[in-house]
């Protein structure tokens, strides 16, 4: 059974940052694309940003281009995302996602959602 455990999350004030890790285990890593969503309170899940599997192409929501990075590292079956000029509106709990689609566009990433290997999720909280 495929593992996927996010860790990171945490408070922060507005305007600082905050780093979320994700590992996975029992999955060809390098095989398979990687993103993060996140879900605020009372919101639907969306996506956040997405890495193909040799971590060539990544796609960002429009609100988190130039703020948010998304990284990946095949040795360590590991992925990341670094958030900075964090705002209130970025609040929720952040998943980590495997199997993801991640090659033309963002709304494809999030449009795709096929046999997902899903994290249990990883509190972010900005004060304002």
């Known amino acids: 059974q495929v593992l996927v455990v996010e860790s990171g999350g945490g408070l922060v004030q507005a305007g600082g940052s905050l780093r979320l890790s994700c590992t996975v285990s029992?999955?060809?890593?390098?095989?398979?694309?990687m993103g993060w969503f996140r879900q605020a309170p009372g919101k639907e899940r969306e996506g956040v940003a997405c890495?193909?599997?040799?971590?060539?192409?990544?796609n960002y929501r429009d609100s988190v281009k130039g703020r948010f990075t998304i990284s990946r590292d095949n040795v360590n079956n590991t992925i990341s995302l670094h958030m900075n000029s964090l705002k209130p509106e970025a609040t929720g709990v952040y998943y980590c996602?495997?199997?993801?689609?991640?090659?033309?566009?963002?709304?494809?990433?999030?449009?795709?959602?096929?046999?997902?290997?899903w994290g249990q999720g990883t509190q972010v909280t900005v004060s304002s």
């Open positions: 996602a495997a199997n993801v689609y991640c090659l033309d566009s963002f709304a494809s990433f999030t449009s795709r959602l096929v046999a997902i290997f």
């Open positions: 029992r999955l060809n890593f390098g095989d398979f694309g």
């Open positions: 890495i193909n599997s040799k971590g060539q192409i990544t």
